[in-house]
Protein backbone atom coordinates (compact mmCIF):
# COMPACT_ATOMS: atom_id res chain seq x y z
CA UNK A 1 0.00 0.00 0.00
CA UNK A 2 1.36 3.47 -0.94
CA UNK A 3 1.65 6.51 1.35
CA UNK A 4 -1.84 8.35 -0.33
CA UNK A 5 -3.72 4.89 0.01
CA UNK A 6 -3.02 3.37 -3.54
CA UNK A 7 -1.93 0.53 -3.87
CA UNK A 8 1.46 -0.03 -5.08
CA UNK A 9 2.44 -1.28 -8.29
CA UNK A 10 5.08 -3.84 -8.53
CA UNK A 11 7.26 -4.00 -12.50
CA UNK A 12 6.62 -8.12 -11.89
CA UNK A 13 9.47 -8.17 -15.12
CA UNK A 14 12.18 -5.84 -13.57
CA UNK A 15 11.82 -3.61 -16.85
CA UNK A 16 13.42 -1.05 -14.67
CA UNK A 17 16.52 -2.59 -13.48
CA UNK A 18 17.27 -4.55 -16.98
CA UNK A 19 16.95 -0.58 -18.47
CA UNK A 20 19.37 0.98 -15.81
CA UNK A 21 21.59 -1.56 -16.16
CA UNK A 22 21.66 -1.12 -20.01
CA UNK A 23 22.57 2.32 -19.78
CA UNK A 24 24.79 1.75 -17.08
CA UNK A 25 26.86 -0.67 -19.46
CA UNK A 26 26.49 1.90 -22.05
CA UNK A 27 28.49 4.28 -20.53
CA UNK A 28 31.46 2.20 -19.27
CA UNK A 29 32.11 0.81 -22.75
CA UNK A 30 31.86 4.37 -23.84
CA UNK A 31 34.14 5.20 -21.67
CA UNK A 32 36.93 2.61 -21.92
CA UNK A 33 36.99 3.61 -25.63
CA UNK A 34 37.36 6.67 -24.77
CA UNK A 35 40.31 5.92 -22.37
CA UNK A 36 41.28 3.39 -25.05
CA UNK A 37 41.61 6.66 -28.09
CA UNK A 38 42.78 9.44 -25.90
CA UNK A 39 45.79 7.48 -23.18
CA UNK A 40 48.25 7.85 -26.49
CA UNK A 41 47.70 11.24 -26.92
CA UNK A 42 47.65 12.05 -22.97
CA UNK A 43 50.96 9.75 -22.88
CA UNK A 44 52.89 12.17 -25.41
CA UNK A 45 51.87 15.16 -23.58
CA UNK A 46 52.92 14.30 -20.35
CA UNK A 47 56.31 13.24 -21.99
CA UNK A 48 56.66 16.64 -23.65
CA UNK A 49 56.13 18.31 -20.33
CA UNK A 50 58.48 15.99 -18.26
CA UNK A 51 61.09 16.75 -20.99
CA UNK A 52 60.51 20.70 -20.91
CA UNK A 53 60.65 20.53 -17.02
CA UNK A 54 63.32 18.06 -16.26
CA UNK A 55 65.37 18.84 -19.69
CA UNK A 56 65.28 22.01 -18.58
CA UNK A 57 64.23 22.98 -22.38
CA UNK A 58 64.44 26.69 -23.26
CA UNK A 59 60.83 27.44 -23.76
CA UNK A 60 61.98 29.81 -27.44
CA UNK A 61 62.67 25.69 -28.45
CA UNK A 62 60.10 23.82 -27.01
CA UNK A 63 57.19 25.84 -24.89
CA UNK A 64 55.17 23.66 -22.39
CA UNK A 65 52.23 22.27 -23.26
CA UNK A 66 50.25 24.01 -21.16
CA UNK A 67 51.07 27.79 -22.75
CA UNK A 68 50.27 26.10 -26.05
CA UNK A 69 46.86 25.49 -24.66
CA UNK A 70 46.57 28.91 -23.51
CA UNK A 71 47.50 30.43 -26.75
CA UNK A 72 44.68 28.47 -28.51
CA UNK A 73 42.36 29.16 -25.80
CA UNK A 74 43.30 32.81 -25.78
CA UNK A 75 42.89 33.34 -29.92
CA UNK A 76 40.35 30.68 -31.44
CA UNK A 77 38.68 33.35 -33.63
CA UNK A 78 42.21 33.13 -35.29
CA UNK A 79 42.72 29.48 -35.42
CA UNK A 80 39.56 29.08 -36.12
CA UNK A 81 39.67 31.02 -39.50
CA UNK A 82 43.14 29.67 -40.72
CA UNK A 83 41.93 26.46 -40.35
CA UNK A 84 38.72 26.60 -42.04
CA UNK A 85 40.43 27.90 -45.21
CA UNK A 86 43.01 25.71 -44.89
CA UNK A 87 40.38 22.59 -44.59
CA UNK A 88 38.69 24.26 -47.70
CA UNK A 89 42.00 24.40 -49.77
CA UNK A 90 42.75 20.26 -48.96
CA UNK A 91 39.00 19.89 -49.18
CA UNK A 92 38.60 20.97 -52.64
CA UNK A 93 42.40 19.25 -53.66
CA UNK A 94 41.25 16.44 -52.30
CA UNK A 95 37.87 16.59 -54.51
CA UNK A 96 39.88 17.36 -57.56
CA UNK A 97 42.58 14.98 -57.35
CA UNK A 98 40.42 12.05 -56.55
CA UNK A 99 37.83 12.83 -59.66
CA UNK A 100 41.15 13.25 -61.99
CA UNK A 101 42.67 10.25 -60.67
CA UNK A 102 39.07 8.31 -61.08
CA UNK A 103 38.39 9.46 -64.65
CA UNK A 104 42.03 8.58 -65.82
CA UNK A 105 41.33 5.29 -64.57
CA UNK A 106 38.31 4.54 -66.34
CA UNK A 107 40.18 5.89 -69.48
CA UNK A 108 43.20 3.48 -68.95
CA UNK A 109 40.17 0.63 -68.39
CA UNK A 110 38.64 1.97 -71.62
CA UNK A 111 42.10 2.13 -74.15
CA UNK A 112 45.29 0.33 -73.96
CA UNK A 113 46.84 3.59 -75.93
CA UNK A 114 45.63 5.92 -72.67
CA UNK A 115 47.26 3.02 -70.20
CA UNK A 116 50.87 3.90 -71.13
CA UNK A 117 50.62 7.53 -71.48
CA UNK A 118 48.68 8.50 -68.77
CA UNK A 119 50.59 5.42 -66.28
CA UNK A 120 54.06 7.37 -67.56
CA UNK A 121 52.15 11.18 -67.06
CA UNK A 122 51.02 10.14 -63.54
CA UNK A 123 54.45 8.18 -62.59
CA UNK A 124 56.51 11.27 -63.52
CA UNK A 125 54.32 14.20 -61.75
CA UNK A 126 54.25 12.63 -58.50
CA UNK A 127 57.89 11.34 -58.04
CA UNK A 128 58.89 14.70 -58.24
CA UNK A 129 59.04 16.22 -54.78
CA UNK A 130 56.55 18.08 -53.54
CA UNK A 131 58.69 20.70 -52.11
CA UNK A 132 60.47 21.65 -55.86
CA UNK A 133 57.66 21.13 -57.68
CA UNK A 134 55.53 24.24 -55.08
CA UNK A 135 58.01 26.99 -56.58
CA UNK A 136 57.11 25.97 -59.75
CA UNK A 137 53.80 26.01 -59.45
CA UNK A 138 53.55 29.09 -57.87
CA UNK A 139 55.61 30.59 -60.61
CA UNK A 140 52.61 29.59 -62.90
CA UNK A 141 50.08 29.95 -60.76
CA UNK A 142 50.57 32.56 -58.71
CA UNK A 143 51.40 32.59 -55.17
CA UNK A 144 47.33 32.28 -54.50
CA UNK A 145 45.42 29.85 -52.78
CA UNK A 146 44.77 28.15 -56.38
CA UNK A 147 48.25 26.90 -56.18
CA UNK A 148 47.43 25.37 -52.68
CA UNK A 149 44.88 23.61 -54.33
CA UNK A 150 46.84 22.05 -57.02
CA UNK A 151 49.32 20.98 -54.85
CA UNK A 152 46.84 18.50 -52.90
CA UNK A 153 44.81 17.42 -55.77
CA UNK A 154 48.24 16.37 -57.15
CA UNK A 155 49.13 14.20 -54.28
CA UNK A 156 45.30 12.90 -54.31
CA UNK A 157 45.64 11.74 -57.71
CA UNK A 158 48.02 9.23 -58.19
CA UNK A 159 47.13 6.88 -55.13
CA UNK A 160 43.62 7.24 -56.66
CA UNK A 161 44.45 6.37 -60.23
CA UNK A 162 46.49 3.37 -58.84
CA UNK A 163 44.23 1.80 -56.70
CA UNK A 164 41.30 1.92 -58.67
CA UNK A 165 42.90 1.10 -62.30
CA UNK A 166 43.73 -1.77 -59.56
CA UNK A 167 40.15 -2.08 -58.50
CA UNK A 168 38.69 -2.30 -61.95
CA UNK A 169 40.69 -4.91 -63.34
CA UNK A 170 40.39 -7.11 -60.51
CA UNK A 171 36.93 -8.64 -61.37
CA UNK A 172 35.65 -11.69 -60.07
CA UNK A 173 36.36 -15.21 -61.48
CA UNK A 174 34.32 -15.78 -64.69
CA UNK A 175 31.82 -12.34 -64.11
CA UNK A 176 33.40 -10.46 -67.58
CA UNK A 177 32.96 -13.81 -69.40
CA UNK A 178 29.58 -13.75 -68.66
CA UNK A 179 28.94 -10.39 -69.51
CA UNK A 180 30.63 -10.79 -72.77
CA UNK A 181 28.58 -13.95 -73.54
CA UNK A 182 25.36 -12.33 -72.87
CA UNK A 183 26.40 -9.18 -75.54
CA UNK A 184 26.77 -6.77 -72.72
CA UNK A 185 28.57 -3.37 -74.23
CA UNK A 186 31.49 -1.81 -72.71
CA UNK A 187 29.58 1.13 -71.06
CA UNK A 188 27.80 -1.53 -69.27
CA UNK A 189 30.55 -3.64 -68.36
CA UNK A 190 32.16 -0.61 -66.70
CA UNK A 191 29.06 0.80 -64.84
CA UNK A 192 27.66 -2.84 -63.99
CA UNK A 193 30.90 -4.60 -63.12
CA UNK A 194 34.12 -3.22 -62.94
CA UNK A 195 33.27 0.15 -61.15
CA UNK A 196 31.42 -1.41 -58.29
CA UNK A 197 34.59 -4.08 -57.95
CA UNK A 198 36.76 -1.36 -57.55
CA UNK A 199 34.76 0.33 -54.97
CA UNK A 200 36.41 -0.88 -52.09
CA UNK A 201 39.82 0.35 -53.56
CA UNK A 202 38.25 3.77 -54.27
CA UNK A 203 37.57 4.03 -50.31
CA UNK A 204 40.70 2.94 -49.40
CA UNK A 205 42.42 5.56 -51.72
CA UNK A 206 39.40 7.78 -49.87
CA UNK A 207 41.27 7.28 -46.40
CA UNK A 208 45.20 7.65 -47.02
CA UNK A 209 44.49 10.71 -49.02
CA UNK A 210 42.01 12.48 -47.08
CA UNK A 211 45.39 13.14 -44.10
CA UNK A 212 47.58 13.52 -47.11
CA UNK A 213 45.76 16.14 -48.98
CA UNK A 214 45.88 17.97 -45.84
CA UNK A 215 49.08 18.06 -45.15
CA UNK A 216 50.27 18.92 -48.60
CA UNK A 217 47.79 22.09 -48.23
CA UNK A 218 49.78 22.91 -44.90
CA UNK A 219 53.15 22.86 -46.88
CA UNK A 220 52.13 24.51 -49.98
CA UNK A 221 51.02 27.49 -47.53
CA UNK A 222 53.74 27.55 -45.80
CA UNK A 223 56.02 27.57 -48.89
CA UNK A 224 53.43 29.97 -50.86
CA UNK A 225 52.48 32.48 -47.87
CA UNK A 226 49.40 31.88 -48.69
CA UNK A 227 47.39 32.39 -45.40
CA UNK A 228 46.31 29.55 -43.40
CA UNK A 229 47.64 27.39 -40.87
CA UNK A 230 50.84 26.95 -43.00
CA UNK A 231 51.65 30.62 -42.97
CA UNK A 232 50.58 31.42 -39.48
CA UNK A 233 53.07 28.84 -38.42
CA UNK A 234 55.66 30.16 -40.97
CA UNK A 235 54.73 33.31 -39.61
CA UNK A 236 54.81 33.20 -35.78
CA UNK A 237 58.05 30.85 -35.34
CA UNK A 238 59.42 34.08 -37.56
CA UNK A 239 58.52 36.19 -35.17
CA UNK A 240 59.94 34.29 -32.22
CA UNK A 241 56.50 33.43 -30.66
CA UNK A 242 56.70 29.97 -30.41
CA UNK A 243 53.22 28.86 -28.50
CA UNK A 244 51.86 30.32 -31.68
CA UNK A 245 53.44 28.59 -33.94
CA UNK A 246 53.49 25.10 -31.67
CA UNK A 247 49.41 25.65 -31.60
CA UNK A 248 49.09 25.86 -35.15
CA UNK A 249 51.37 22.66 -35.16
CA UNK A 250 49.10 21.36 -32.73
CA UNK A 251 46.11 22.18 -34.39
CA UNK A 252 47.46 20.39 -37.96
CA UNK A 253 48.00 17.29 -36.02
CA UNK A 254 44.34 17.15 -34.76
CA UNK A 255 43.10 18.30 -37.78
CA UNK A 256 44.98 15.57 -39.90
CA UNK A 257 44.19 13.20 -37.59
CA UNK A 258 40.45 14.37 -37.61
CA UNK A 259 40.15 14.20 -41.56
CA UNK A 260 42.09 10.16 -41.56
CA UNK A 261 39.01 9.63 -38.65
CA UNK A 262 36.40 10.83 -41.00
CA UNK A 263 37.28 8.97 -44.13
CA UNK A 264 37.84 5.61 -42.03
CA UNK A 265 33.99 6.25 -41.13
CA UNK A 266 33.40 6.68 -44.54
CA UNK A 267 35.54 3.88 -45.83
CA UNK A 268 33.47 1.56 -42.81
CA UNK A 269 30.36 2.83 -44.26
CA UNK A 270 31.47 2.38 -48.07
CA UNK A 271 32.24 -1.47 -47.44
CA UNK A 272 29.33 -2.40 -45.70
CA UNK A 273 27.27 -0.63 -48.62
CA UNK A 274 29.47 -2.13 -51.94
CA UNK A 275 30.24 -5.67 -50.15
Known sequence: MSTNGAPAVNDPSGRTGVV???????????????????????????????????GGVHR??????????????????????????????????????T???????????FSRVLRGLLTTSMILLYSAPIVATIPIMAKVLGYT????????????MFPTFVLVNSGLLDLPAGSLDVF???GAPRKMQLLRLALPAAMPNFLVAFRLNAAVAFIAAVIGEYLTG????????????????????WGAAMVIIALSILSYAAASRVEERGIERWT
Open 226 to 245: VRGLGWLFALSFSRFNVDRA
Open 145 to 156: PTTVLAIAAIVS
Open 20 to 54: GGSRLATVRSLARRFVVAIWPYALVIAAWQAWVTL
Open 99 to 109: AIGVAAAIAVW
Open 60 to 97: LVIPPPGSVALDIWSAPGEYWSYGWRTVLEAGAGLAIG
Open 180 to 182: RSL
